[in-house]
């Protein structure tokens, strides 16, 4: 069974930092493409960072370019991907998802992320 579960996400300040994960379960994240995605309320679901599955080419949204980090783990022996996120801004507040597998059709849950003071 395919599953993607994110985690990680919680309440920071801001310039603070955070990193979630995005743990895949019936497939190898290093096979596919994989998405993180970001909807806060009363937006559209929106694309923050997306690694290929080759992991050679690395696409970032312009808000958080120098600020998000998007990798896999060493060797992928958790089959997870990450994303750190520094210098974290209250307009990063959002539900944050991870998207991947055969025909990229697969959405974690979600994990929320504040940024407040």
């Known amino acids: 069974q395919v599953q993607l579960v994110e985690s990680g996400g919680g309440l920071v300040e801001p310039g603070g930092s955070l990193r979630l994960s995005c743990t895949a379960s019936g497939f190898s994240l290093k096979t596919y493409v994989m998405g993180w995605y970001r909807q806060a309320p009363g937006s559209e679901r929106e694309l923050v960072a997306a690694l290929t599955n080759a992991g050679a080419g690395v696409t970032y949204a312009d808000s958080v370019k120098g600020r998000f980090t998007v990798f896999r783990d060493k060797d992928n022996a958790k089959n997870t991907v990450y994303l750190q996120m520094n210098n974290l801004q209250p307009a990063d507040t959002a539900v944050y998802y991870c998207?991947?597998?055969?025909?990229?059709?697969?959405w974690g849950q979600g994990t929320p992320v504040t940024v407040s003071s």
């Open positions: 998207r991947s597998g055969p025909g990229y059709r697969s």
